[in-house]
């Protein structure tokens, strides 16, 4: 991981993901800070600051409103109205079905009913 001033990345693209260090970020933390009290505070550096415990607080800081019961909802005719299709389906894209073959301990049963 590598932190050029703009933005950090690492090849690996878990921060691109995430935005979490990865591990590749902490060893090279670990072997710059020891597992000393200096490491704990830098991975908050090489981190999103979403991960942050101000910006937690932030977020949940106003109220949040439930959701009513269903049986409460209003809903504008128009849109009860609407009818929607479902997907078209291509069965070319289905799972192509794989004859299994019989292994040495599986017991041969006749397809024909006597």
């Known amino acids: 991981m590598f932190d050029n001033g703009l933005e950090m990345s690492c090849s690996c693209q878990k921060f691109d993901l995430v935005k979490i260090s990865c591990e590749h970020a902490m060893a090279a933390l670990r072997a710059k800070y020891g597992d000393g009290e200096d490491y704990g505070k830098s991975i908050y550096d090489y981190s999103s600051p979403i991960y942050k415990a101000e910006s937690y607080l932030l977020v949940y800081s106003e109220a949040i409103n439930m959701v009513p019961p269903e049986a409460e ?18 069965p070319k894209l289905e799972r192509k079905k794989v004859k299994r073959t019989k ?7 006749s397809k024909r009913r006597n």
């Open 73 to 90: 909802w209003t809903v504008p005719q128009e849109s009860v109205d609407i009818k929607i299709s479902p997907p078209l389906y291509d």
């Open 103 to 109: 292994g040495v301990g599986d017991t041969f049963k």
